[in-house]
C-alpha cells in the first residue's frame, strides 16, 4: 500500500507572496487559479457596479469595492467576490491590503468555471462567516438569485429575477434595479 503524500494547506501569508498580477483566490488553503472572466461578465459587473457606487455615493452608505480586492474570512479562505458592499456600521473591516471579515453584501457573476464553487463553497463561506446578503448573477440565463442572512443564520432566497423583473436590496436599504439594465438588455 503507498501513502498518500498529505495536502500542504497554504495559508494568507503564502497567498500574500503570490505576484499581484496572478487571479487566485485561496479557498481552504489550496490556491485556485482564475482565467480573465469575459466580456459579458465584465459588463455585468460594470452595470451593476455603477448602479451600486452611485447609489451608495448619492447616500453614503458605506463603500462598494470590486474585484480584485480580498476579503479575508480566515488565515486559509481568502476570496475576491466580483462586487461587494460594505456599510459604514462594518468600516472596521476595511484595512488598507484587504476586507478583514464579512462584507454587508457580496455579488458573484456566474462563470462557466466558477459557477459550482459560486453556488457551493463560497455561498456556504458566506452564510457561515455572516454576509447579510448574498447575489448570483448568472449571464447565461441573465438572472439574479438574492439570497439573505435569515435570524437564524442560514441563507434564504427572496427570489430568481429575469429580464423585465427589479430586484430590492434590503442592505443597500432603498436600492432597486431591473434585471435588463444589470445585463445591458435595455439601453
Same mark, same amino acid.
Not at 457573476?109 to 447579510?132: N, Q, W
Not at 432597486?176 to 435595455?186: A, I, L, R, Y
Given at each position: 500500500?503507498?501513502?498518500? &503524500?498529505? #495536502?500542504?494547506?497554504?495559508?494568507?501569508? !503564502?497567498?500574500?507572496?503570490?505576484?499581484? $498580477?496572478?487571479?487566485? @483566490?485561496?479557498?481552504?488553503?489550496?490556491?485556485?487559479?482564475?482565467?480573465?472572466?469575459?466580456?459579458?461578465?465584465?459588463?455585468?459587473?460594470?452595470?451593476?457596479?455603477?448602479?451600486?457606487?452611485?447609489?451608495?455615493?448619492?447616500?453614503?452608505?458605506?463603500?462598494?469595492?470590486?474585484?480584485?480586492?480580498?476579503?479575508?474570512?480566515?488565515?486559509?479562505?481568502?476570496?475576491?467576490?466580483?462586487?461587494?458592499?460594505?456599510? &459604514?456600521? #462594518?468600516?472596521?473591516?476595511?484595512?488598507? !491590503?484587504?476586507?478583514?471579515?464579512?462584507? $454587508?453584501?457580496?455579488? @458573484?457573476?456566474?462563470?462557466?468555471?466558477?459557477?459550482?464553487?459560486?453556488?457551493?463553497?463560497?455561498?456556504?463561506?458566506?452564510?457561515?462567516?455572516?454576509?447579510?446578503?448574498?447575489?448570483?448573477?448568472?449571464?447565461?440565463?441573465?438572472?439574479?438569485?438574492?439570497?439573505?442572512?435569515?435570524?437564524?443564520?442560514?441563507?434564504?432566497?427572496?427570489?430568481?429575477?429575469?429580464?423585465?423583473?427589479?430586484?430590492?436590496?434590503?442592505?443597500?436599504?432603498?436600492?432597486?434595479?431591473?434585471?435588463?439594465?444589470?445585463?445591458?438588455?435595455?439601453?
Amino acid at each position: 500500500m503507498v501513502a498518500q &503524500k498529505p #495536502r500542504v494547506k497554504l495559508t494568507y501569508g !503564502d497567498y500574500r507572496k503570490t505576484p499581484e $498580477d496572478m487571479r487566485c @483566490e485561496l479557498m481552504d488553503g489550496e490556491l485556485i487559479l482564475a482565467a480573465a472572466p469575459r466580456t459579458t461578465h465584465q459588463r455585468t459587473q460594470a452595470n451593476l457596479g455603477w448602479r451600486m457606487s452611485h447609489f451608495n455615493h448619492e447616500r453614503s452608505l458605506g463603500e462598494v469595492f470590486f474585484a480584485p480586492t480580498d476579503v479575508v474570512f480566515s488565515d486559509t479562505d481568502v476570496v475576491q467576490p466580483d462586487i461587494l458592499f460594505v456599510s &459604514k456600521e #462594518r468600516a472596521h473591516v476595511i484595512t488598507e !491590503d484587504a476586507i478583514h471579515g464579512a462584507p $454587508d453584501l457580496v455579488v @458573484e457573476i456566474l462563470s462557466p468555471s466558477t459557477a459550482e464553487r459560486d453556488r457551493g463553497y463560497k455561498r456556504d463561506m458566506y452564510e457561515r462567516h455572516g454576509v447579510k446578503e448574498y447575489w448570483m448573477a448568472d449571464v447565461d440565463l441573465s438572472t439574479m438569485a438574492i439570497l439573505r442572512l435569515s435570524d437564524g443564520g442560514l441563507f434564504e432566497i427572496v427570489g430568481t429575477y429575469g429580464e423585465g423583473e427589479s430586484f430590492t436590496s434590503a442592505v443597500l436599504a432603498g436600492f432597486t434595479v431591473n434585471v435588463s439594465e444589470v445585463f445591458g438588455m435595455q439601453g
